[in-house]
């Protein structure tokens, strides 16, 4: 009879602990296996979730900008994060099962904020929490598969690019505010006459930025895509080329006179009343605006204008119900130093982008003499700008997001 000697013992022991260390290794992996594809499920729908809540803090934030309340501001929020939850893709995301929250700031920062001010600048947060993901194998851990997110949204700081400008430019001035120009005075935009410049001979103050009459009246009406920055240098375009100048203009009112230009490519205002009373200037630049049509018979500007917005129903002049576009009538124009301009073609600084309202339709003929008037006010948004460093109160911005200060996530 054969026994069994201590070698084949040892072997059969060392067989039995690799059974056993491979069995548990393969627990161990189909346990980890298991769980990453919860962990993936869960992290691909984190980022739809974050898309969503996004989506819903740009969408309050636009509307705040608008001078809507904050009541219609968060029913936005909520539509658009519904909208996204329920969009092709999206369909495990639970609504019952979230919480949404929507607060205001500000200040960016600072979520909440006790001293919020509608008046001011206004920030906008939206997080989203709890919301329940299906599983597959976490509960078999004791897990529970939810996901969060927050995003916030609002003004940015004064650009120091601009893509979205029209090629008219006035000449710093000597007041206080954007230079030198102050909120809610008047302006010459585009001269009827060299005379009431200081640009020089043959100069109107229209910026060249292509050839061509077609060229003038498509970026007018708001066709230009190109970009200028402040402190680089751009040129002047010599002539007065009223037709296409106020072919442009007034496609921002509605009105196509010629030049191939459409409403479909370039609607109009939502509001486009005009003072009962037009502006005009004398040979040396000085307005005379005697309006009395605004409020509390005050001459007729952009504060009537807004009033009026973003819900002016019933108003002969609202184009809302007819293809009209928010802010058609407010214009970002390069502030230059006219210092070195000697008539003709010049090559100017950018010293700043104002924002400007545009007060009344341009002439379209010689007839009346008149320029282009536009109103100063405080900002406006523009797009794909760039912002500067240093947070200003006047000047060009765009809605955009920040990183949430509350949010744990880096």
Known sequence: MRTMTSSNKKVLK?????LVMVTMAMLVFVAVA????????LMVNKTRLQNAVDSAALSAAVLIDSDSSIADATAAANTTFTNMAGAVGN???????????????????TFPDSSFDS????????EVTSLDMDEFFIQAFGLQKTVSASAVAGPSSASIKACNIVPMSVCSGGGTSTDGYERGELYMLKLASTSQGTM???NYQLLDFGSGASTIRSALAGGYDGCITIGENIDTKPGGNVGPVGQGINSRFGVYSGGGLSSSDYPTDIYVKEPSTL???????????????????????YSDYMASTPDCSGDSDCRIGSGGVADRRILPVPVVDCSTASGGTSNVKVTAIGCFFLLQQAPTN??????VFGEFIEDCTVDHSNSGPTPEDEGPYRIQLYKDPLSTES
Do not use: C, F
């Open 14 to 18: 060392q067989k039995g602990l690799v």
């Open 34 to 41: 298991a769980l990453s594809i919860d962990i993936n499920h």
């Open 91 to 109: 369909s495990e995301m639970d609504m019952s099962t979230a919480n949404v929250s929507v607060t205001y700031s500000n200040d960016p920062q």
């Open 119 to 126: 008046s001011l600048d206004v920030y906008v947060r939206v």
């Open 200 to 202: 020089g001979p043959g």
């Open 279 to 301: 502006a005009t200037a004398d040979n040396s630049g000085n307005i005379t605006y005697n309006d009395t049509s605004g409020a509390g018979g005050d001459p007729w500007g």
């Open 366 to 371: 010689n007839g009346s003499h008149e320029g």
